[in-house]
């Protein structure tokens, strides 16, 4: 049993640890938890290491043998080969690579801006930026996702950045939503209004004081919208607007390997998987992580 | 025969570290007509008491592993479905703690009145127009002004003391024997909650209706009960008519209590009791209350005391008291 | 009246928040490289021909002026003419929205009722063999695009079992009914046509199945959730002791504030299906508006790709406007709000 004066005493280290001990355990209860912990770890891995623990790094790009190509599965080629006779379990592995540069890239920008534009819009609730920027983020979100994505990619170049910055154009609104609705209910706390009484600049009550209450809905935003932006991106190269052959993206394969079903169904169903695979761990992460934050909560 | 006879009622839960042992053996009984009071802390088990009594707890992950609960001679917990219906229907009525939780949100509260006082009068096939006379009656009992008006409001559009009202209204429209309010003003304004008690004991007193007041404030169960159970973590711990319990606590735990309350003569802070209730994974062996008992004794380790009888109508579970 | 007034409200934010999406879309249009006259008149029309056709354009204007010329035509209902189609964009929408339309509305459909109901026989089966099912099947309908149920749809049921049409919304050696409402199926039915009716489901039911699996998934997880946290309140359990029969209570009371959750998503559900529609009618050569659309996009028609934005916000706006008047009328908290203090 402590007392109130031996646990303020603990250091800041050792809480933290505490924290994180009680969150892996309650995190550890949902076994779903897990395995979509365990999934992200691996496609992380097999991303990073890739040329390393693929069977066929060189078939990744430009590479051609007729003699083996659309092979079925086989022991040689687990996933069987595609029609340029590439390794299909290589470029999948690849192409994880490329969907998860793309789910960072675009998360790491969207966050902070619409994060930050979240935070302005709801403390300065009633004032014209408020204004400005929720019609703004209106505007955004009122046609659906893809297509606004679709439309800005097909009208630029047709490549992997150009496709990110697409996506990226209309993912930021979504965070800004999500953090304008806690940034204006918290607007009227005690702490909020004493933090204003006492001088404190507008930053800091920004970043300090609303910005931390965040943390978890971002947290688990970000797990979950990992595995949409995947899904998004994986949709834009489905008709030719992400990454450009020969570089392996899996939405490119799904399309290509289209055109070879039902005889050669292995090109396109393995990719296709691969997506599913790779969404799902991320979803069922994000719900875990959502789920730990409520328990956490009460 | 008794109105309502609990004998060693042992409930649980089944919960994901493992075995919630809630009630351990719980003994309570009155005769008809009584207004009982129940007080205990919170987490002592009040609740879960009041829905066995009623048979609504969820049934997994809640489970009944011993006892019976005599109602009007018959066992609510071996009774079968239409049997049990009709004891809800027009024996034993309930009054939730939290009036916002217990009323429908989406529905208009004449819907969930008048489906209330339908069902408790299956047997009398009452039409369309006598079931509204009924509620509009009921909610003027309860001293509703505009109860047409209410009728068609939800409950979002009413205050707290005016939901809890409608419950009180529900529970006795629908011809009780026994009335169960568990907590009924706990969650409402200060200023209001002596009203609603003092309707809530006016009307009980008028239906002439046997009541068990559940409670945590000492000072509700001395002005509204005759008799009065105390509760700990899952056991009866003393019982006694009011005033007798008031004058002379026997159980350790109830003398905690008593000195708990602080005094209006100002003698400064009250002391506590030392500890907290107990984990209900792993409650202590022999008498749950002996980690914070001041008297605690070798025995109360081992063996868990059953109700000693102290004469007129006034036990306790203590070793203390054994002869 | 108060329901005019919010429908009113929302039609006029929802005009501003179109008109400010197409002057965004217009802006990222013109900011493209790249000659839209020469590529609509080919390489081979000779310079005066093309000088001419930007002119009539005002391809060669500031962008404002552009703009203004858009809005005029607009307001109008002429959105321009279509490179792709060399003809009025606007008579290209009049022709594949219908298609479209049908689409959606039958995804919509199977997304709401059989979501809500299989979510219901979820609740009502918790933990048994049903319910698992549904889990897993929520979580794969979740994190599968559209596009793969698509493709395996046409895989399974179009070559392998060969029981379904793969391309198109009619067989060719059926007549079209006559057009009354544009819906092949409601169409061939009012005119009486069996045959028709039931090819035209067919062709209808894999493309609609594609959109509608995710969502549908998650309709049913939300209102399983949303049934089994409703279960353990304390109405619920006052209801039981009123004697009020079990099924009374599941089939009125505990259904009309579970599905409220469930409707809500709707609204966001059926508007990302509208985006994965795009691929959907690819894969299909669904003659609608979002083949249309991702046609127009491919191609780099900017009157077709504006046009197309237009009505798909269009019918995302009503689609809103029409779930939240729903959730209202189910939620009275939402409809009557703070009219007394709590």
């Not at chain 1, 379990?89 to 490329?98: E, H, I, K, S």
Request: a neutral charge; proline letters at 5%; one cysteine or more.
């Amino acid at each position: 049993m402590h007392t109130a004066a031996q646990v303020a005493n603990r250091s800041l280290g050792s809480r933290i640890w505490e924290r994180v001990k009680k969150g892996w355990y309650t995190f550890s209860k949902n076994p779903l938890s897990i395995v979509g912990g365990f999934i992200v770890v691996v496609v992380f891995l097999l991303a990073v290491l890739a040329p390393y623990v693929s069977p066929y790094p060189e078939h990744a790009g430009n590479f051609v043998d007729f003699e083996t190509a659309s092979a079925p599965p086989s022991r040689a080629h687990l996933f069987g080969t595609d029609v340029f006779g590439r390794d299909i379990l290589t470029r999948v592995f690849f192409g994880f690579r490329l969907s998860l540069i793309m789910g960072v890239v675009v998360i790491g920008l969207t966050a902070p801006v619409g994060v930050t534009l979240g935070l302005i819009a709801g403390y300065k609730k009633n004032t014209w930026i408020e204004t400005l920027i929720m019609r703004i983020t209106d505007i955004f979100v009122a046609v659906p996702p893809l297509i606004l994505a679709l439309s800005v990619a097909a009208i630029l170049k047709p490549n992997i950045f150009n496709s990110m910055m697409a996506v990226s154009l209309m993912w930021w609104p979504w965070y800004c939503r999500m953090v304008y609705g806690i940034a204006s209910s918290l607007k009227n706390e005690f702490y909020i209004q004493s933090a204003e009484v006492t001088g404190a600049s507008t930053a800091h009550i920004l970043f300090r004081e609303i910005f931390p209450n965040c943390y978890g809905p971002i947290f688990t935003k970000v797990s979950l919208d990992m595995g949409w932006v995947i899904l998004l991106a994986s949709a834009l190269s489905f008709v030719g607007l992400g990454a450009q052959p020969p570089t392996p993206d899996l939405g490119t394969m799904v399309a290509d390997g289209g055109k070879y079903m039902p005889d050669q169904w292995w090109i396109a169903v393995f990719p296709a998987i691969a997506i599913m695979f790779v969404v799902f761990g991320f979803n069922i992460l994000g719900d875990g992580i959502r789920d730990m934050l409520e328990v956490e909560k009460t | 025969m008794r109105l309502l006879d609990i004998k060693n009622l042992e409930v649980g839960f089944d919960v994901y570290g493992g075995y919630l042992r809630v009630l351990n053996g719980v003994d309570f009984s009155m005769d008809e007509g009584e207004k009982v009071g129940l007080v205990g802390e919170t987490g002592c088990g009040k609740t879960t008491t009041a829905k066995s009594v009623l048979n609504i707890l969820p049934v997994p992950p809640a489970r009944t592993t011993g006892g019976s609960i005599m109602f009007k001679g018959d066992d609510i917990l071996t009774m079968k479905k239409n049997e049990i219906r009709r004891v809800h229907a027009q024996e034993i009525s309930m009054i939730f703690q939290d009036p916002t939780a217990a009323l429908n949100p989406v529905f208009t509260i004449g819907d969930q009145l008048m489906t209330a006082i339908r069902y408790s009068c299956f047997d009398e096939d009452l039409s369309r127009r006598e079931v509204r006379d009924r509620a509009v009656q009921a909610l003027r009992e309860v001293r509703l002004p505009d109860a047409e008006r209410i009728l068609k409001n939800y409950p979002v559009q009413l205050s707290g003391g005016m939901r809890q009202r409608i419950c009180i209204a529900m529970a006795l429209a629908t011809r009780s024997t026994l009335l169960i309010a568990d907590e009924p003003t706990t969650s409402l304004d200060v200023t209001i909650q002596d009203q609603v008690l003092r309707l809530l004991g006016t009307l009980i007193r008028e239906k002439d209706t046997s009541a068990i007041l559940i409670t945590h404030s000492l000072g509700l169960v001395r002005e509204w009960t005759e008799r009065v159970y105390v509760m700990y973590a899952g056991v009866m711990v003393e019982t006694a008519g009011t005033q007798e319990l008031f004058e002379n606590p026997l159980h350790p735990y109830t003398q905690g209590l008593m000195a708990a309350v602080p005094k209006l003569t100002g003698e400064g802070i009250a002391p506590g009791i030392e500890g907290r209730i107990p984990d209900y994974l792993n409650p202590p062996t022999g008498c749950r209350f002996h980690p914070r008992c001041p008297h605690v004794m070798d025995v109360c380790r081992k063996e868990k005391p059953s109700q000693f009888d102290c004469g007129e109508g006034h036990k306790t579970a203590c070793f203390l008291y054994r002869e | 009246m108060r329901i005019l007034k919010y429908i009113l409200k929302r039609v006029l934010h929802s005009i501003l928040v179109l008109l400010g999406l197409s002057i965004l879309v217009f802006i990222i249009a013109r900011v493209v490289p790249g000659d839209p006259a020469r590529m609509a008149l080919g390489p081979r029309a000779p310079e005066k021909v093309v000088e001419k056709f930007r002119e009539d354009l005002h391809l060669n204007d500031p962008v404002y002026v552009q703009y203004y010329h858009w809005i005029k035509g607009a307001i109008r209902g002429d959105f321009g003419y279509s490179i792709l189609t060399k003809r009025s964009v606007t008579l290209d929408i009049k022709d594949f929205f219908p298609a479209t339309l049908e689409l959606m509305l039958l995804t919509g459909l199977i997304m709401s009722v059989f979501g809500i109901l299989l979510g219901i026989a979820s609740a009502r089966n918790a933990n048994k063999w049903l319910d698992n099912v549904v889990r897993v099947f929520s979580y794969l309908g979740v994190c599968t695009p559209a596009y793969v149920f698509a493709i395996l749809f046409l895989l399974i049921f179009g070559y392998v079992l060969n029981i379904l049409p793969t391309i198109g919304r009619l067989s060719t050696w059926i007549d079209y009914p006559r057009t009354v409402t544009g819906l092949m199926t409601i169409d061939s039915l009012i005119a009486g046509d069996f045959p028709a009716f039931w090819d035209a489901l067919k062709h209808l039911i894999m493309p609609s199945l594609a959109l509608a699996l995710g969502p549908m998934a998650q309709e049913a997880r939300i209102t399983r959730s949303s049934m089994a946290d409703n279960l353990q309140r304390d109405f619920i359990a006052l209801e039981r002791t009123q004697a009020i029969p079990e099924r009374k209570i599941m089939s009125k009371y505990l259904l009309r504030i579970s599905i409220i959750p469930t409707v809500s998503v709707l609204g966001l559900d059926f508007a990302s299906q509208l985006g994965w529609a795009f691929l959907v009618e690819l894969i299909f050569n669904w003659p609608g508006l979002s083949r249309y659309g991702i046609q127009v996009i491919l191609n780099k028609d900017l009157n077709g790709i504006i046009a197309v934005i237009m009505v798909i916000g269009l019918m995302f706006l009503v689609v809103n406007v029409i779930v939240d008047i729903v959730v209202s009328l189910l939620d009275p908290r939402i409809r009557l709000g703070a009219e007394r203090s709590v």
